[in-house]
């Protein structure tokens, strides 16, 4: 459905398109491959046209999303594909996107994603760390939620998940966590204290030095986030390339 256009139109067709969907998913809640799927369909919808999401966001999508992920903590797969459902619902595209980054604060999606993203930090690989590293930093680049993030939780993830992604030597996971740290303590002086007080700055020291030989685009996200924590501007946009 994210590809004929006769499709997108009935969606929006009142009472029958995305209310149904998001009605369904509200039925069926506590189902965790339903809800996993039904995630998945935002995130693909999401990132298809920005009037999906518009679409979306007046029929209760993030709420339906919160709602997957309270009533299914423990599942990777819903933990995953929320995450996805979450950032590609608040991208940009060159405007900025204050609806959705305020419903999904109303909403409480950040405990919850965030919460999902600590009970499922045993998977391996850590898909959801990756998943999430990717969601923090999209949501993020708006001040006010930077703030909330941090008071969510944000930055102890952030910490615990570089951890494990160390100790599985995962470098992709690695580089979003980099990425993450640096829009998270933009501007942000709570969020760089509490960052360097739980011993982020030894991790990416540590991230640095275990990647060193295999990849630049980690040591070069990994200079970025220290020059974020101490203050300094690393120069250029957030990210570099995927390959090294």
Do not use: W
Not at 89 to 94: Q, T, V
Request: aromatic residues 6%; glycine residues 10%; contains cysteine.
């Amino acid at each position: 459905i994210s590809v004929s256009a006769e499709s997108h139109r009935q969606l929006k067709q009142i009472g029958t398109g995305f209310e149904a969907f998001i009605g369904a998913m509200d039925a069926h809640h506590m189902d965790s491959n339903c809800m996993a799927r039904a995630c998945e369909c935002i995130g693909l919808l999401s990132n298809e046209l920005k009037t999906n999401r518009d679409y979306m966001i007046t029929s209760g999508a993030p709420q339906a999303i919160t709602n997957a992920l309270n009533s299914n903590p423990s599942s990777v797969d819903v933990a995953y594909f929320g995450c996805r459902a979450i950032r590609y619902m608040s991208k940009a595209d060159g405007r900025r996107n204050d609806k959705a980054q305020m419903n999904l604060r109303t909403c409480k999606s950040f405990p919850a994603f965030i919460a999902a993203m600590a009970c499922t930090r045993k998977s391996r690989p850590p898909i959801v760390f990756r998943e999430g590293f990717r969601t923090i930093a999209q949501l993020a680049i708006d001040r006010v939620s930077r703030a909330l993030l941090g008071n969510s939780g944000a930055v102890g993830i952030i910490v615990d998940g570089l951890e494990l992604c160390l100790e599985y030597n995962d470098l992709e996971s690695n580089i979003e966590g980099m990425r993450a740290i640096q829009m998270l303590v933009l501007g942000n002086g709570v969020n760089t204290r509490s960052f360097i007080f739980k011993g982020g700055s030894g991790i990416i020291i540590r991230s640095m030095s275990q990647f060193q030989s295999i990849s630049i685009t980690n040591t070069f996200e990994a200079c970025r986030a220290f020059c974020a924590i101490i203050g300094m501007r690393g120069g250029g946009s957030v990210g570099g390339t995927d390959e090294d």
